[in-house]
């Protein structure tokens, strides 16, 4: 008797997921079984039927790709809207890294599995130049590519190294962070990492080759040297002359021209840098996704200088288009002391105590007071000092009998506190000095960016013909709008107070510094209590 | 085979957001077959199907970045293509399937090798057969032959586990096999 298979088995020799062993039995099978065999062909004859046309196929591909050729004037915007988590994402990374610890001599492999590929070496990838910079043990090879095949096989590389590599990954295992937060750390590294980064906003893909040379210290050097250079694992710039600082860990922007630095323009969450000549536009943008935290940077009080970092985080998703802003301010203090701090010590400080000219010139400071002054004649008093807020150019704000608030010109501040001190006994003074530099170039600068966000909303709703862009692009110019004006309305106040200075005086006359004897014999205060004879009752009790 | 064939279509979906348009190739040449022999089996006929296809995959470009999840383009595109043939389907009724038509249509049976009498014989049969199979094993059927895809590949496609792919397929077969003995070529 003869078994002949199962259709479940003819099936599945079908598809070819028989194993070897089983295939040649079930073959030999239907050599000698003509039944089998006539159902296999027809089993065959019905995929036949389903086999598409590749005639047809081809001309899909090629209606596809030409409809998709003319829609490739997509603007940038639209490519925005998209939730993958990183614009600019690293493809890949080809190269061994070792990651040395100075202090055990232990050294590990950074990414196992993703092993230094033949012809993959220290040289730039098809030319290019090289940069070392400094002392820092930091050197930059800076190299263009524009094969697109070997991107792509670095990035198949990549992702045969098994687990995805993220730009938080080699931050962690380079120890940026700690080599940066610590002096302590000496962490080298020593061999190259090959990353390509791909910028979707210019469509270009650039190799950076990126050699840590070893037995060196990455320390960075928190002063902040005469000559502006701020250096370490993560190399910035300080230009005194308009207070920004530029740069960006070992990054460098090609563009045609010679390697040079790019601001930031924004660190937390991510660092984005931008083209220098272009610091608030939206092309050239990096974004790095948990970068270092630059706050960390400044964490070291010893230095004779303080950086401080402000920033406006990018919405995550802001509709059309990302509101980047940030700016970033420094300031260099011989006292050591924050502005506010050297405040409270100098009772009337102007700009021109502030350490520095090239950086005070630019410090944005709202100095209040507020005085408590005992008086012989509260009303003599008060008329003296509404003459006076006429003479220093000022105007009251609110005025009562014993209480005036007015502003004057800060320029005018210190004289003002002073000359304010002498009308009477001073009970209580309080001085104040707040930095709203940061706070207003970020105002600035987010005005900046979402004007220019507008600005290219207008053009793109030019542009716009179907009915539901449109709608998009209205509802978000109109958000643009309001938040713009709202901004400004910001700035304007936050300028005003810089630019009066608020000063309060409470005035009291001599007399009444007298507090009334409280009474004797459970009298009260109330007359009316008196007359109702209430203190027997209390008495009684 | 060049480097970027073995991408993970996350990857490719990726730089085509990052605005990599040649990229797109990469998944047109990838899903072409698939999505024709979908749309094939919703609407019984190449032109449509062509179309059907073709608009699939413009639609998806353009709204690519309106994928959630990159690495479920397989199953994001077929369900443009369902939307599609939806409303497609409202208007104009399924047509009948006949040899006939698919061969006016640029149907090419690949190799004849059975000779071309009984061939075309056999072929007007297996059309009937493949189209008398309820939807949910003929669906399955056109997807496996309309490239050498895998049961994973179909089953992502598909949005099915891949036991149910492969027991649909031997269900679809064992039902061909039924209906070719009842028509008498078995």
Request: glycine residues 6%.
């Amino acid at each position: 008797m003869i078994f002949h298979p199962s259709t479940k088995k003819v099936s599945r020799y079908l598809d070819g997921v028989l194993s070897e062993a089983t295939t040649r039995s079930f073959e030999a099978h239907l050599a000698k079984c003509p039944a089998c065999r006539r159902k296999v062909e027809v089993l065959r004859s019905a995929a036949r039927v389903c086999c598409p046309p590749k005639q047809r196929l081809e001309a899909v591909s090629q209606n596809v790709m030409a409809r998709v050729g003319q829609a490739d004037s997509l603007s940038y915007e639209k490519r925005w809207n998209t939730d993958a988590p990183i614009l600019a994402e690293i493809r890949s990374v080809e190269g061994t890294v070792f990651i040395r610890n100075a202090a055990n001599e232990k050294s590990i492999e950074a990414f196992p599995g993703c092993a230094l590929r033949q012809g993959d070496r220290l040289e730039p990838v098809g030319g290019g130049s090289v940069a070392v910079e400094g002392e820092n043990g930091v050197a930059c090879l800076v190299t263009e590519t524009a094969d697109v095949s070997s991107l792509y096989q670095g990035a198949a590389q990549a992702s045969r190294g098994g687990a995805g590599i993220s730009w938080a990954a080699i931050r962690k295992q380079l120890g940026a962070r700690s080599v940066l937060a610590s002096s302590a750390v000496a962490l080298t590294v020593v061999a190259v990492a090959v990353i390509v980064v791909f910028d979707p906003f210019i469509r270009e893909q650039w190799n950076y080759q990126a050699a840590y040379l070893p037995n060196q210290r990455h320390t960075p050097e928190m002063a902040l040297p005469s000559n502006g250079t701020v250096s370490g694992g993560l190399e910035m710039m300080y230009d005194p002359t308009n207070g920004t600082v530029s740069g960006g860990d070992i990054w460098r922007v090609k563009d045609g021209g010679a390697p040079r630095l790019a601001p930031i323009i924004s660190c937390i969450p991510d660092i984005i840098i931008s083209d220098a000549d272009q610091k608030s536009a939206d092309r050239n943008l990096f974004i790095f996704e948990n970068a270092l935290n630059l706050d960390e940077l400044v964490r070291d009080d010893t230095a004779a200088s303080l950086l401080k970092w402000s920033f406006v985080e990018p919405t995550p998703r802001g509709g059309v288009g990302w509101l980047l802003g940030s700016t970033v301010a420094v300031s260099e203090s011989t006292t050591k002391a924050s502005p506010s701090t050297a405040a409270s010590k100098s009772p009337a400080p102007t700009p021109k105590t502030a350490p520095s000219a090239s950086t005070t010139e630019k410090r944005l400071v709202i100095y209040t007071a507020q005085f408590s002054i005992l008086v012989g004649s509260v009303a003599d008093s008060m008329k003296d000092l509404l003459q006076k807020i006429e003479k220093w150019n000022g105007y009251v704000q609110t005025a009562d009998l014993q209480r005036v608030t007015f502003r004057v010109p800060a320029a005018n501040f210190n004289r003002v506190v002073e000359e304010v001190s002498q009308l009477g006994v001073v009970t209580n003074k309080q001085v104040q000095a707040q930095d709203v530099t940061r706070q207003y170039m970020d105002l600035q600068l987010r005005i900046e960016v979402a004007e220019t966000s507008r600005k290219r909303l207008l053009a793109l709703l030019e542009e716009a013909d179907k009915t539901e862009d449109l709608l998009k692009i209205e509802n978000e110019i109109r958000r643009l709008t309001e938040e713009i004006e709202r901004l400004k309305g910001e700035l304007r106040t936050v300028a005003d107070q810089v630019v009066y200075s608020t000063i309060a005086v409470d005035l009291t006359a001599k007399a009444a510094e007298a507090k009334p004897a409280r009474p004797r014999g459970g009298r009260s205060y109330f007359a009316w209590i008196n007359q109702i004879g209430a203190e027997h009752v209390i008495r009684t009790f | 085979m060049e480097p970027r064939d073995g991408l993970p279509d996350e990857t490719v979906v990726r730089s085509v957001l990052g605005g990599d348009a040649e990229a797109y190739g990469l998944l047109v040449e990838r899903y072409r077959a698939r999505l024709f022999g979908l749309a094939f089996h919703l609407c019984g006929d190449y032109d449509t199907a062509a179309d059907l296809a073709q608009d699939t995959l413009v639609t998806a470009y353009e709204c690519l970045d309106r994928i959630k999840d990159p690495r479920t383009f397989a199953g994001w595109v077929a369900a443009i293509l369902r939307n599609k043939f939806r409303n497609l389907a409202r208007a104009n009724p399924a047509p009948t399937v006949s040899l006939d038509q698919m061969v006016a249509a640029g149907f090419d049976p690949p190799n004849p090798d059975t000779g071309p009498a009984v061939a075309e014989q056999e072929l007007r049969q297996a059309v009937e057969c493949v189209w008398s199979l309820p939807e949910i094993y003929r669906e399955v059927l056109l997807l496996r032959y309309s490239e050498d895809l895998s049961y994973k590949q179909i089953a992502e496609f598909l949005g099915l586990p891949v036991t149910t792919v492969t027991m649909r397929l031997t269900y679809a077969r064992r039902l061909v096999i039924k209906k070719a003995k009842e028509s008498g070529l078995l």
